[in-house]
């Protein structure tokens, strides 16, 4: 049963354009997300967070939208730039287990030029 | 570069062997991570060290071991190892073990079991 869906493995979008990446969650108790951005041959990088306590978290060109009640979140990528092509993660973790975050599959964003 | 080193980068080996895979954390960091990525999968968290004591576990198998030394840095032990074992591993360190402390992730130690 996984917990955290990514549905779309694959994103493509024009430079400039706006990148919606989406995620869902059947676990309730998730209450803290998390996007990673992933390049080949590197490990991923921390991109964005939000508790649940929030609807919104913005920064720069990435913002991240919460439904709770969809059990649904996106994250915003404005304008997408080609450096932006890489792997995109969300993750979910519950109130307790401090680094127990559990991953989507991942959705491939490429910006074309 | 994320301060986090992972040694080796690469590992070859047979059905039955038995591996270390080994983690610096980044300067001052306490708390260390293990992910497994199966091929085109997402990662799955395996367990984690906060300053020397187990914190958390996901679901790791029982021919999986880790631990975090006196120094902080961390070894994941795989034995019996089979096909299916044949991943990315990842390790991750953090400030403190909150879960909202920022996971810095190494390069991955790319395990193939032939």
């Known amino acids: 049963d996984q917990q955290v869906k990514q549905n779309s493995p694959s994103l493509s979008v024009q430079e400039g354009r706006i990148s919606i990446l989406n995620c869902d969650y059947t676990?309730?108790?998730?209450?803290?997300f998390l996007w990673y951005k992933k390049y080949p041959a590197e490990g991923p990088t921390f991109l964005i967070s939000?508790?649940?306590?929030?609807d919104k978290n913005e920064d720069g060109r990435f913002t991240v939208f919460l439904n709770k009640s969809a059990k649904h979140l996106s994250l915003h990528i404005v304008p997408s730039q080609p450096g932006d092509s890489a792997v995109y993660f969300c993750?979910?973790?519950?109130?307790?287990?401090?680094?127990?975050?559990?991953f989507g599959d991942g959705t491939t964003l490429t910006v074309k030029p | 570069d994320s301060g986090v080193t992972q040694t080796p980068k690469h590992l070859i080996t047979a059905t039955g062997q038995r591996v270390t895979l080994r983690c610096s954390p980044r300067?001052?960091?306490?708390?260390v991570y293990w992910y497994q990525q199966s091929l085109d999968q997402g990662l799955q968290f395996l367990i984690q060290?906060?300053?020397?004591?187990?914190?958390a576990k996901g679901n790791i198998l029982e021919r999986f071991s880790a631990q975090q030394f006196p120094d902080l840095h961390s070894e994941l032990n795989l034995s019996s190892l089979e096909l299916g074992d044949s991943a990315l591993y990842f390790c991750?360190?953090?400030?403190?073990?909150?879960?909202?402390?920022?996971?810095?992730f190494g390069p991955g130690t790319r395990l193939t079991v032939l």
């Open positions: 300067s001052g960091d306490l708390s």
């Open positions: 993750a979910a973790t519950p109130p307790t287990n401090a680094g127990k975050s559990t």
């Open positions: 939000i508790s649940s306590i929030k």
């Open positions: 676990n309730s108790m998730f209450d803290y």
């Open positions: 991750a360190s953090s400030r403190r073990d909150g879960r909202t402390d920022t996971q810095y």
């Open positions: 060290y906060y300053n020397g004591e187990e914190r």
